[in-house]
């Protein structure tokens, strides 16, 4: 008995042996397993003690199935630890090895602004990217894998059943299920023409993500031009608070973006063999790189226009008014419901305290269809009015020519026009050096031609032609990676995938910034004074003015994993504030969500004797119809 034991013993051990897969993984953690964004202020010893249970979590999960495994802290990592392993798990953020660049004017306005770097531009070992890793990592590379929206749930759908990592080595035994289509991606559907089931198929990746467990969300990327490139892919979406496509699991060259947020621990038995099997997967990525590069967050595709034709149309004007009439119906009613209760001397629930904090909503008012095509299309309106059908027109005929402006919209190139050639068809490229042997006046636009589409610097029309002749069957056009036509090679000897070349046509001088108090690449501004206010009062009144097509959070509805604006007061002795913060009256979303937009203030009154420093602190998040940005964080000293 004691023989068949020990054999048995011995054949379980030789079975969880052939269970690993030989692939060595290095695993650099660091983060916690809790939410810390969106001004969550947690004890820095239980931020510590998760960060160590997650990374023990992580290689516990790794070791059962990888025959190599090392655990390294961000802080302690460099990119030459990649080389001695098949595949690095990035789930913390390395020390930067470029620093961020921040430049502003007089004024206080950025007119540079570049992230750090953590891996070098040349990076080419096999990654995988857990969550907003791939944001923090892949932006100064250019990968693709770019923050859409913080607000990734449990739920996968839209997934590539057929895809390698979903068939092994690791059996992945998916009991998908029939659940409502998320409300947020229906909004989407106008906007870019397309409909959804009320049902739509799903698997569960993880545990629930509430704010009671206080845990990690997910991250989401672009799709947008996502596989516009033959080195991308996209893998997955997931539940989330932007589009039914948005990418939860994808490729870019060598980095695997996991969306999803939770530990293994956390993890459905199918998730986690999905992941070691992206594992697996990612080994055959060592030495290879991402082509095309997005460099730019705000660069614009061709969905721009599509999205554009839709926001011009009578249907968008009429249904911007109705979501307005029904943000004033439940606004009025909480508010009458909250003040009924406190009159009573009921006590509230903090998240009806903020309801105090608001003035009482106005009626909202269909303003002319005149007025809205003026503020959305002001340019376009001194041209077509008040012309629906030429809106529309003018996107559907230009669609071929539209090249992005740099500040997330869509221009049209008016020399591609002029020669009615698209500009993602390759005889475009062949027509300009065409233009260049003729000579004369079209000489020039050739040359404009094959700079602004390319990223070769040619000097004689012989050599821009044998360079596409040389490359023309395996040359692609990116958009989302600079609106270029690129060689799908990883050769660096090959001409025409260096985007230095672009950047050195840039120059180093900081980008010019439109008049105004506001753009595109400064969509919010702040600024913060102590007025004087009744009876001997003062008011320390914070202002947010958000560019026209943005918007910051006002409050969310749940489920929704976005950044609420938070602004703090903090006074001197010999002062106290007087009544609540007073907040700015919020715009409705097509959910319970409530944004800022345009211009207000937030208005905290307060008395007092003496002189100190008042310090204020504003956390906000912007976004736009198409994408968001990191939460971002300000602090204002103000003497008094």
């Given at each position: 008995m004691k023989k068949l034991i020990t054999l048995l013993a011995v054949g379980a051990l030789m079975l969880s042996a052939r269970a690993k897969e030989n692939v060595s993984v290095l695993y650099v953690g660091g983060s916690p397993d809790l939410n810390t964004l969106g001004g969550v202020q947690l004890?820095?010893?239980?931020?510590?003690?998760?960060?160590?249970?997650?990374?023990?979590?992580?290689?516990?999960?790794?070791?059962?199935?990888?025959?190599?495994?090392?655990?390294?802290?961000?802080?302690?990592?460099?990119?030459?630890?990649?080389?001695?392993?098949?595949?690095?798990?990035?789930?913390?953020?390395?020390?930067?090895?470029?620093?961020?660049?921040?430049?502003?004017?007089?004024?206080?306005?950025?007119?540079?602004?570049?992230?750090?770097?953590?891996?070098?531009?040349?990076?080419?070992?096999?990654?995988?990217?857990?969550?907003?890793?791939?944001?923090?990592?892949?932006?100064?590379?250019?990968?693709?894998?770019?923050?859409?929206?913080?607000?990734?749930?449990?739920?996968?759908?839209?997934?590539?059943?057929?895809?390698?990592?979903?068939?092994?080595?690791f059996?992945?035994?998916?009991?998908?299920?029939?659940?409502?289509?998320?409300?947020?991606?229906?909004?989407?559907?106008?906007?870019?023409?397309?409909?959804l089931p009320e049902m739509t198929e799903m698997w569960l990746v993880h545990s629930p993500t509430t704010p009671e467990n206080g845990r990690r969300i997910g991250m989401v990327s672009r799709p947008w031009g996502y596989t516009d490139s033959p080195e991308a892919e996209v893998i997955s979406s997931g539940v989330c608070a932007k589009s039914i496509d948005a990418v939860a699991l994808g490729r870019h060259g060598n980095f695997f973006h996991w969306g999803f947020a939770a530990k293994p621990s956390d993890m459905t038995e199918p998730a986690k063999a999905a992941l070691a099997n992206a594992i697996v997967y990612m080994k055959d990525f060592n030495g290879k790189h991402v082509i095309a590069r997005k460099k730019d967050e705000s660069i614009a595709t061709r969905d721009r226009a599509t999205a554009s034709k839709y926001m011009a149309s009578r249907a968008c004007w009429m249904a911007d008014y109705e979501s307005n009439v029904k943000f004033y119906h439940m606004m009025d009613s909480a508010m009458k419901a909250v003040k009924a209760k406190n009159a009573a001397g009921e006590k509230l629930l903090p998240e009806e305290q903020v309801f105090l904090q608001f003035p009482d909503p106005e009626t909202p008012v269909l303003v002319p269809y005149e007025q809205y095509l003026q503020k959305r299309e002001p340019k376009l309106f001194e041209i077509f009015g008040e012309d629906e059908e030429e809106y529309a027109r003018y996107y559907d005929k230009n669609r071929p020519y539209f090249t992005t402006d740099g500040e997330y919209g869509i221009i049209v190139d008016q020399d591609a026009r002029s020669l009615k050639i698209a500009n993602n068809d390759i005889r475009l490229l062949y027509k300009a050096v065409e233009l260049l042997e003729k000579g004369g006046l079209d000489a020039g636009k050739g040359k404009r031609i094959l700079e602004r589409y390319t990223l070769c610097r040619f000097d004689s029309p012989a050599e821009w032609k044998a360079w596409l002749d040389a490359n023309r069957d395996r040359m692609f056009f990116t958009e989302s990676g600079g609106w270029l036509w690129l060689v799908d090679t990883l050769d660096p000897s090959v001409p025409g995938n260096d985007y230095s070349v672009r950047n050195a046509a840039k120059g180093n001088d900081a980008p010019v910034i439109p008049a105004g108090e506001t753009d595109a690449d400064n969509p919010v501004a702040l600024k913060a004074e102590i007025v004087d206010g009744p009876a001997g009062t003062k008011d320390v009144v914070i202002t947010m003015t958000v560019h026209d097509g943005f918007h910051t959070y006002a409050n969310l509805a749940e489920g929704d994993s976005f950044i609420p604006t938070e602004v703090t007061v903090e006074l001197p002795e010999g002062y106290e504030k007087v009544g609540s913060l007073m907040l700015p009256t919020p715009s409705p979303s097509a959910t319970a969500t409530t944004y800022y937009t345009g211009t207000g203030a937030f208005r905290q009154r307060i008395k007092g004797t003496g002189a100190g420093v008042v310090k204020c602190k504003v956390r906000y998040q912007v976004c736009d119809a198409s994408i968001c940005m990191p939460p971002v964080t300000k602090t204002f000293d103000l003497n008094i």
């Open positions: 004890d820095s010893a239980v931020v510590a003690r998760s960060v160590k249970e997650r990374t023990a979590d992580f290689t516990k999960f790794l070791k059962q199935r990888f025959t190599k495994v090392k655990a390294v802290d961000g802080k302690d990592y460099t990119s030459d630890m990649s080389d001695g392993y098949d595949v690095t798990v990035f789930d913390g953020r390395p020390k930067a090895i470029r620093p961020e660049i921040r430049e502003t004017d007089a004024n206080g306005r950025i007119v540079r602004y570049e992230r750090p770097a953590y891996l070098p531009d040349d990076f080419d070992r096999a990654a995988v990217c857990i969550a907003e890793a791939s944001e923090d990592l892949g932006r100064s590379i250019g990968t693709k894998n770019d923050w859409f929206c913080l607000c990734l749930d449990n739920y996968a759908h839209n997934w590539k059943k057929d895809h390698p990592i979903f068939r092994g080595p059996k992945v035994d998916i009991k998908s299920e029939m659940r409502p289509t998320p409300e947020n991606a229906k909004e989407y559907c106008p906007i870019y023409g397309y409909t």
